[in-house]
């Protein structure tokens, strides 16, 4: 079943590849097209008059032009390495449309015998999708939107200014990033504590414990934030500075307008990389903010809540299908943000150095 799958992903993504190719092509003025004939008399030509420094050149390329076997080495490690992160996305989405007959049935596979959107139903209801959803945006979105804000003056402070113990700090910035933070996690509790958070009748600010951490440059992972912002400032001419100080800028008119403008893509890819880490958090947020739950939260309790809510129906562990669709509602906001950001997410991880990681 899995060759069956890779085979079915590799001739997808060859016939999306040869009509993208076809349809850019065909927007190109008609001295500018790909000669077809042309290149196909070319490579009779050059079978005809072949030797082993050609055949070696054809095969694996010259230092201007990459060859065939060379192209298809590529091209399979690249189709392979993304079979194995689509793969469990379409087994996810095949699955979820999937009544529970289709589930049991062997013969049912990938296509469903049809569409059944019963699964997404019933987990909008166990999920309570849109009122958890805005009740989780102030220790997700806040504190994502806050933290990059924070972040990125403490990396323009360390780019372009000189202080005494500057490296210090830089190493205290990055030794905050390897110590675990389950370390100071009673600690911060303590605090929050002494300052009244978890008392009754203030439940509704628990939000605070989330969000204040990142007003002070302490949020989830803000040492790299820190670190992303340091860098691509560094990058930015300092006779740009010192000509807005001419015309009589301020440090802070200067910062808002040469810095941030020229820092667009860093704020996007560390207010996105933010934003999904504080989606993703529960544990941290199940400690310090219970009453502002997470759907990632909802989810870890999916089971049991639908056993409650549906007690009558039978074969109820077989059910696979609306575990994946509540899973693939909680994807779906995430998936939705990178696709229309996708063009500004990828310039600015180019932009910034990032790594995989």
């Known amino acids: 079943m899995y060759l069956l799958t890779f085979a079915i992903i590799l001739v997808i993504a060859l016939v999306i590849s040869l009509i993208s190719y076809v349809f850019k092509e065909l927007r190109k003025p008609k001295g500018e097209r790909f000669d077809i004939k042309g290149q196909i008399k070319h490579r009779i030509y050059v079978l005809k008059h072949l030797n082993k420094q050609k055949i070696k050149n054809f095969l694996l390329g010259t230092n201007f032009k990459r060859g065939w076997l060379t192209s298809a080495v590529v091209y399979v490690l690249l189709i392979s390495i993304g079979f194995i ?16 007959d289709d589930i049991v049935n062997p013969s049912v596979s ?16 166990v999920l309570n999708f849109f009122e958890i959803l805005l009740k989780s945006l102030p220790v ?3 504190p994502a ?23 210090i700090v830089l190493v205290l910035v990055i030794l905050a990033f390897i110590i675990p933070s389950q370390i100071y996690m009673i600690p911060k509790y303590v605090l929050f504590n002494d300052m009244g958070f978890f008392k009754k009748g203030r439940e509704d600010l628990q939000f605070l414990t989330i969000a204040l951490p990142a007003l002070f440059g302490q949020g989830l ?3 790299i934030f820190i670190l992303i912002f340091y860098q691509f400032f560094k990058m930015i001419p300092y006779s740009l500075n010192e000509a807005a100080e001419i015309d009589g800028c301020g440090p802070y008119r200067t910062f808002f307008t040469i810095g941030i403008p020229l820092a667009g893509p860093a704020f996007l890819i560390c207010f996105l990389f933010g934003f999904v880490w504080y989606w993703n958090e529960t544990y941290f947020l199940s400690m310090f903010a219970p009453e502002y739950p997470n759907l990632q939260i909802k989810l870890s309790y999916f089971v049991s809540e639908y ?41 600015g991880i180019e932009r910034s150095g990032i790594t995989g990681e």
């Open 85 to 100: 992160y689509l793969y469990p996305i379409l087994y996810m989405i095949s699955n979820s449309f999937k009544s529970l």
């Open 140 to 142: 997700t979105l806040l």
């Open 110 to 125: 990938w296509v469903p015998t049809a569409l059944y959107l019963d699964n997404f139903k019933r987990s909008f209801k």
């Open 307 to 347: 056993t409650e809510m549906f007690k009558d129906e039978q074969m109820l562990k077989l059910n696979e299908g609306v575990r994946l669709a509540a899973t693939l509602l909680i994807l779906l906001p995430m998936l939705i943000m990178y696709l229309f950001l996708q063009k500004w997410f990828v310039e």
């Open 221 to 223: 992972n803000s040492s």
């Open 145 to 167: 939107l806050l933290q990059t804000g924070i972040c990125s003056v403490i990396g323009y402070g360390f780019s372009k200014f000189e202080f005494k113990g500057k490296m």
